[in-house]
């Protein structure tokens, strides 16, 4: 069974930096589709950035492009994200998602993926 694991939110100000974790387990390979999603309260959930996990390709929104970093360690089954430069408009819960194999329902839809971990606050105040 599939489990995703996040961690790393909290309450930063503006300007600052956080790094999230997804530990991934029982996947049977490391060539999946997996992504960071956002929803902060009143809003649809959001996709935020995306990593092909046997290649490494990678695709982020523009609202998070050349601040937010998706990246992936093999040998912990983790995906991360780095979020720099923080702002209070980042603030939302960030859900952790995975497809096994390719996206073939499209990487920004959340309906692609199977799997989601239980999200992990971030806080941002100006």
């Known amino acids: 069974q599939v489990r995703l694991v996040e961690s790393g939110g909290g309450s930063v100000q503006a300007g600052g930096s956080l790094r999230l974790s997804c530990a991934a387990s029982g996947l049977t390979n490391w060539r999946n589709c997996m992504s960071w999603f956002r929803q902060a309260p009143g809003t649809e959930r959001e996709w935020v950035a995306h990593?092909?996990?046997?290649?490494?390709?990678?695709y982020y929104a523009d609202s998070v492009k050349g601040r937010f970093t998706i990246s992936q360690d093999n040998a912990k089954n983790t995906v991360y994200l780095q979020m720099n430069s923080l702002k209070p408009e980042d603030t939302a819960m960030y859900y952790c998602a995975a497809a096994l194999g390719y996206c073939s329902g499209g990487y920004r839809n959340f309906a692609t993926y199977n799997y989601w971990g239980q999200g992990t606050q971030v806080t941002v105040s100006s």
């Open positions: 990593r092909y996990t046997g290649v490494g390709t990678t």
